[in-house]
């Protein structure tokens, strides 16, 4: 449905590796949360992606941000991602394509949660 523009970022956690292109993206689908990581980490495994060092050098990282207005907790998926609010390279994409959309536990707009975070982050 909508593509936001690619940004190259820092790694955080493990650094000592390549800059990263991060970007976000809203589809339509009629799968479940569950069944959309799912088929998400099979993206991932048929581009050869390696889980070796935690946030470490990768092909692909797919994850799902949000789902709806959805709240999950689940073994495999934890709905709105659990660190969003926490990076600006996923807010700033996101608040591209989706500056309204409602943070549904922190309940903030991504456009607010980008701005506060931009204070004290840089990407």
């Known amino acids: 449905m909508k593509t936001s523009e690619f940004y190259e970022t820092k790694p955080i956690g493990y650094?000592?590796?390549?800059?990263?292109i991060n970007c976000v993206f809203e589809i339509k689908t009629l799968l479940s949360p569950l069944e959309l990581v799912r088929y998400l980490l099979s993206i991932e495994k048929e581009l050869k992606r390696e889980r070796v060092i935690k946030w470490g050098p990768r092909t692909l990282d797919l994850d799902?941000?949000?789902y709806d207005d959805l709240i999950t907790c689940d073994e495999e998926?934890?709905?709105?991602?659990?660190?969003?609010q926490e990076?600006?390279?996923?807010l700033k994409p996101l608040s591209e394509?989706?500056?309204?959309?409602?943070h549904p536990i922190l309940n903030k707009r991504v456009m607010e949660l980008e701005k506060e975070l931009s204070l004290s982050q840089e990407i």
């Open 77 to 84: 998926i934890i709905i709105p991602h659990p660190r969003m």
């Open 15 to 20: 650094t000592d590796q390549d800059n990263f």
């Open 64 to 66: 799902v941000l949000l």
């Open 97 to 102: 394509i989706a500056p309204y959309i409602v």
């Open 87 to 90: 990076r600006l390279f996923v």
